[in-house]
């Protein structure tokens, strides 16, 4: 029920969105007899069945694959991990021409910092873990209220015998060597940050407040974490939000890229559109936004620049947002506490405050509408191969704000021919031969 079929000249791309698999299979000819062979309802007797039958590309029974579409499904919206975000500042030292957010406070203050260890302390038995994502504004402008913040919840997970990690997404312009260090200290070891193509582009998106570049600061502080962090557990993706300007300088930079870190695999490379998320900044470029990534990877495709993409990949398998996760919940500075990391404006999207005994109050019917949202099962998604994965939920926000007849597909599934090729011709370890 979950594959998607790719022929291409010679073999067959097959991607299955249960599993997450890529298997590229250089017999289609046999392939197509297998096919032929089970709608007759025969058992096909081919090694090459074998394999694919190993690899779930086929199952027994339909009811099955279901079934375990809708463990998967629910395994991971109710895992037992609380998984906060947390704004621990919602300053920014940058003005991001598309940014939405409007930095109406500072960083997460002492009663708020407090109030969230004591709740860790009094709720800890109740997950099975604690992962903390540091967000902003920009985070590290509130370097030591992590550490604090940190300091203290690792230590309470270790006394429980509970797993603790962190990550963080931030602009990068603070993150040099010895930054990665600190942080290293708190169990940050996954970050995202954001490099808009070249100096000449990002410093155009991706300014300072003052207006002044930001491109060298940051490439200087990769180059340094790369060649004085030793740490192996370290990962660091890039994100480049893509406009119609930096399209035509995508070689250069996939190059530069390639050149400088591609033979670190603690670096991979994730592209996003630029995209329309709200506020006034945006609307002065809205003819500059692109409207489908699949350009991007067609074009990496023939550049031949080879960029590891594991974030991509690891979107493919589980495209829906965090917002529709039971115990992922938004900490603002000052105690608000949310769902999704966009909308702050609106008032679906404000669940409620933590007090200072470390309580959490929360208006619960707006919570089970974030979890427990009206299925909407529209024309495109009737014939998907990833209904049950999806679920046209991978925007859960999308629901309260727009009309029920659109598809809410993810970017990855939106560009996956592309991306599936992209994976093919660079060899990419995420792709398995069948012979
Ligand atoms: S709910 Fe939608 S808008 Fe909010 S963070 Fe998730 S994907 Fe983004
Ligand atoms: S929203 Fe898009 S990806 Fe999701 S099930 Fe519908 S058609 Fe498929």
């Known amino acids: 029920m979950y594959n998607h079929c790719l022929p291409q000249e010679g073999y067959t791309l097959l991607y299955n969105h249960l599993t997450n698999m890529i ?82 406070r500072g960083n997460i203050s002492d009663d708020v910092i407090n109030a969230f260890i004591k709740y860790i ?56 060597a010895a930054m990665v260090e600190r942080m290293l200290r708190c169990k940050v070891t996954h970050y995202q940050i954001t490099l808009d193509g070249m100096a000449e582009h990002h410093n155009q998106t991706r300014a300072l407040i003052n207006g002044w570049p930001t491109f060298e600061r940051i490439i200087a502080n990769l180059r340094g974490i790369r060649d004085q962090v030793k740490a192996r557990q370290l990962s660091i993706a890039i994100r480049t939000n893509i406009t119609k300007p930096q399209l035509s300088r995508l070689e250069e930079y996939g190059s530069f890229m390639a050149t400088e870190f591609g033979n670190d695999p603690r670096f991979s490379f994730l592209f996003r559109l630029a995209g329309d998320w709200g506020g006034e900044r945006v609307q002065g470029m809205k003819d500059e936004l692109a409207e489908s990534l699949d350009t991007v990877y067609t074009r990496l495709l023939n550049s031949g620049v080879k960029l590891s993409q594991t974030d991509t990949f690891n979107l493919m398998g589980n495209p829906i947002c965090y917002a529709a996760d039971r115990n992922s919940f938004i900490l603002g500075s000052d105690g608000t506490m949310y769902k999704c990391t966009v909308r702050f404006d609106k008032e679906y999207n404000h669940l409620g405050h933590i007090s200072g005994n470390g309580d959490l109050f929360l208006d619960y019917d707006k919570l089970n509408q974030w979890l427990a949202q009206p299925i909407r099962k529209v024309e495109k998604c009737a014939s998907c191969t990833t209904w049950a994965l999806c679920r046209n939920r991978t925007c859960p926000a999308r629901i309260f704000d727009e009309a029920s007849d659109e598809a809410n597909c993810s970017i990855e599934f939106s560009s996956l021919d592309a991306i599936l090729r992209l994976f093919d011709r660079l060899n990419s370890e995420y792709v398995k031969e069948y012979a």
């Open 121 to 176: 302390r009094k709720n800890l038995r109740n997950y099975t873990g604690v992962s903390i994502g540091w967000f902003g504004g920009e985070p590290l402008l509130a370097a030591k209220e992590i550490e604090r913040i940190s300091t203290a919840v690792i230590d309470i997970c270790a006394q429980g015998r509970k797993p603790y990690s962190a990550h963080m997404t931030t602009n990068g312009y603070l993150l040099d």
């Open 23 to 104: 298997g590229r299979v250089m017999n289609p000819l046999e392939l197509t007899n297998i096919q032929r062979a089970l709608e007759q309802c025969k058992t096909p007797d081919s090694p090459l069945f074998t394999s694919l039958a190993q690899d779930r590309f086929f199952v027994d029974d339909a009811c099955y694959e279901e079934l375990a579409a809708d463990v998967q499904y629910t395994t991971r919206r109710y895992n037992g991990i609380f998984s906060p975000i947390i704004l621990a500042s919602e300053q920014c030292n940058f003005r991001c021409s598309y940014c939405y957010e409007e930095f109406k």
